[in-house]
């Protein structure tokens, strides 16, 4: 058991490690084309790990998490017009915008989280599209379809993107704190049993109504204050941009491809995805936006079928598996059960609490619901 | 004002007949195989696509070119199923699946993209330009033709379903995959093609759907959105449901266009909610489907 102390260390160093090279990376690379991908690869680790707190513990996939995204842009945009606020001051809105997104997340939630699973989805699309009709027609509150501007901040503009590196780092990490937090307690642990199996942990006496809604309004209000710093960054907001469906699609594939339901995995694929998405964009072959989509569809079908459990938790796998040189006694489900059992991990999987707490359960679990329908 | 209510609720019908038609094929795939396909959307402006094809390049008439785009369909969705969607198992397949989907819509509408461009088209024959004059308004005859052909593949879907051997089949899956394997129904079969068949009726109604509104790739977003709000109203997996929910919202959006056109699409939404909030499995749901 004297390992068990070891990965310990060596985790403490790494996060210590990571937290410096962000910390760093603008004072590094001043170019402003270079800390435009970290600011929005930031934002939308926030945003990945926001959804997952929520759909990656619940099972509750949301496919509309662009309406607190958008919300809070434009509730930003529209106190910060109404009111005449400007300069700094405007990121004293944040509670505002976060309550603003809490609010519409518990009457989004009381209407959506009555029903499971497809249902669910299709609900969180339509609450989606209904979002972005309002955007467009309630003229006089949001712009309609010219959309909002944000109030001049008057940061000079060489270093424009550093406060706003640090604001979305600060909210990064906060982020990743509340899901490591989540995951951690007895809340979590509730969350998880809604996945597994709604019904039982009901019986159980878990009050899933209310712990599904607080997740979707914790999950909502951080969702809802990156997106204002995001309109901030981005200066204006749209309804297509504010309320764009790829985004929620995007963020799932966040998910998915670093491993949903894990804390690494969501951070992971924003880091790989949208810088990836930002240069594709950048490339003259792909400018007219339909390479980049069947790409984008491509990637989307090859880890939904050969690494549908995301690189973090397949990779853990591997590295598992290449320590021990295939011998039988461990094998990826039972690593599960012995705690410490991967130290190791991709080195990603450093901000997780453990690589092991990440991993789902057996597949046979539910497969035999999966038959009965 | 009595008039153009009557001119929309007839509009709404006819439409609704062929929205109906594509719902069913939703439905049929989810009742069957247990998952909703997103793609079903730009799977109808595909269908779109080649009629319009068709029309332009090979001068075919549109309900004669649904000779073979039905069929061209009906391939492209066994191909979609053998390809992706039979090789998804295990726990979180729910939500695979609805990725896969997604992850081919956006495929097919990039190659759309790639191959049309982006501008608005919309198909163009001899009888979406004239019209029929009956109980005092307009009605141009592609609506007529086409509420026809719809209503006649769904009673053509019904007795397959009702009255063959394949439809007992797979009428067998939907209720209990097991047991139908038990009985020996090759159940894999059964739903490739109940995939093909729900994917077959997209070419009629991107026939009609591009007839009646100019199309580009991007189109099959709204599309999907509303195919979903109609057939989880009229409850996942029920066939009348999709019938019924189809007629009721279409013509439901064509009475509130005629006072708030610009909100008609969000009480269609609205609506959706509403019957959700009081019941949460639609119309003619199963209770099953709720409890899992």
Same mark, same amino acid.
């Given at each position: ?23 760093? !990376? ?20 926030t945003v990945?790990?926001a959804w997952?707190?929520f ?10 998490h662009a309406v607190f995204f958008?919300s809070g ?14 300069? &700094? &001051?405007? !990121? ?9 997104g809490?609010?519409?997340a ?113 999950s909502g209000a951080i969702t809802a204050m990156i997106g ?23 963020v ?53 079928? !050969? ?67 | ?292």
């Amino acid at each position: 058991m004297n390992r068990g102390s070891r990965p310990w260390l060596v985790r403490a160093v790494l996060l210590v490690l990571l937290v410096a090279v962000t910390v760093a !990376f603008p004072k590094v690379f001043t170019n402003p084309a270079v800390t435009n991908y970290g600011v929005l690869a930031l934002i939308f680790v926030t945003v990945a790990s926001a959804w997952n707190i929520f759909s990656g513990n619940s099972g509750y996939i949301s496919l509309g998490h662009a309406v607190f995204f958008g919300s809070g842009a434009y509730a930003m945009g529209i106190a910060a017009r109404d009111w005449n606020v400007q300069g &700094t &001051t405007v !990121f004293a809105l944040l509670p505002l915008v976060a309550a603003v997104g809490a609010v519409i997340a518990v009457i989004f939630g009381l209407i959506a989280l009555r029903v499971r699973r497809h249902t669910f989805i299709v609900i969180t699309i339509a609450v989606f599209f209904i979002f972005q009709l309002a955007a467009f027609n309630l003229r006089s509150f949001t712009g309609g379809s010219a959309g909002l501007n944000s109030p001049f901040l008057n940061w000079p503009s060489s270093g424009y993107n550093t406060p706003f590196y640090y604001i979305a780092l600060a909210f990064a990490g906060a982020t990743i704190a509340i899901a490591v937090a989540v995951r951690r307690s007895r809340f979590g642990l509730q969350l998880r049993a809604i996945r597994d199996d709604e019904d039982r942990a009901r019986g159980l006496g878990v009050r899933a109504m209310r712990v599904k809604l607080t997740a979707f309004v914790l999950s909502g209000a951080i969702t809802a204050m990156i997106g204002s710093v995001w309109f901030y960054y981005i200066n204006q907001v749209e309804p297509q941009t504010g309320f764009d469906p790829l985004f929620d699609l995007l963020v799932v594939l966040m998910a998915f491809l670093g491993g949903y339901g894990t804390i690494a995995g969501p951070v992971v694929g924003a880091l790989i995805i949208e810088p990836g998405t930002l240069w594709l964009n950048t490339q003259p072959q792909f400018s007219g936006g339909y390479l980049s989509e069947i790409l984008l569809g491509t990637v989307f079908l090859v880890i939904v079928l !050969f690494v549908p459990r995301g690189i973090v938790s397949t990779g853990g796998e591997w590295i598992t598996r290449l320590r021990t040189r295939g011998r039988p006694a461990v094998v990826p489900a039972a690593a599960g059960a012995v705690p410490g059992g991967s130290p190791g991990g991709p080195a990603a999987a450093s901000t997780a609490s453990t690589a092991d707490a990440t991993k789902y359960p057996p597949p046979a679990s539910r497969a035999s619901k999966g038959g009965a329908r | 004002m009595a008039r153009e209510l009557i001119h929309a609720i007839v509009d709404g019908i006819l439409t609704g007949g062929v929205y109906a038609l594509m719902a069913v094929g939703l439905t049929l795939i989810f009742g069957v195989l247990d998952i909703i396909n997103i793609a079903q959307g730009v799977l109808v402006i595909l269908g779109a696509y080649l009629s319009y094809s068709l029309s332009t390049r090979a001068h075919i008439d549109l309900f004669t070119g649904l000779l073979i785009t039905i069929p061209v369909m009906f391939i492209i969705g066994v191909v979609i199923h053998w390809a992706f969607i039979r090789r998804l198992r295990g726990t979180e397949r729910t939500s695979m699946t609805l990725l896969v989907t997604y992850a081919v819509a956006l495929i097919i509408e990039g190659v759309l993209y790639k191959v049309y461009g982006a501008d608005d088209v919309q198909l163009q024959a001899s009888y979406t330009t004239s019209s029929v004059h009956i109980f005092g308004f307009y009605l141009p005859w592609i609506f007529i033709y086409g509420f026809i052909v719809a209503v006649c593949l769904v009673v053509a879907l019904y007795l397959l379903l009702y009255r063959t051997r394949l439809g007992r089949s797979v009428r067998a899956t939907m209720q209990d995959e097991n047991a139908a394997r038990l009985v020996g129904i090759e159940v894999n079969r059964v739903a490739a093609l109940t995939f093909g068949i729900g994917v077959a009726v997209t070419a009629v109604g991107g026939m009609f759907f591009g007839a009646t509104n100019a199309f580009n790739p991007n189109s099959g977003y709204d599309l999907i959105s509303r195919l979903l709000a109609i057939i989880i109203l009229g409850g996942l997996g029920s066939i009348g449901g999709a019938l019924a929910a189809s007629v009721f919202m279409l013509t439901l959006e064509s009475v509130v266009t005629i006072w708030q056109p610009t909100w008609a699409i969000a009480v269609f939404y609205a609506a959706l909610v509403l019957v959700l909030l009081i019941r949460p499995t639609g119309f003619l749901g199963r209770k099953a489907v709720r409890a899992q």
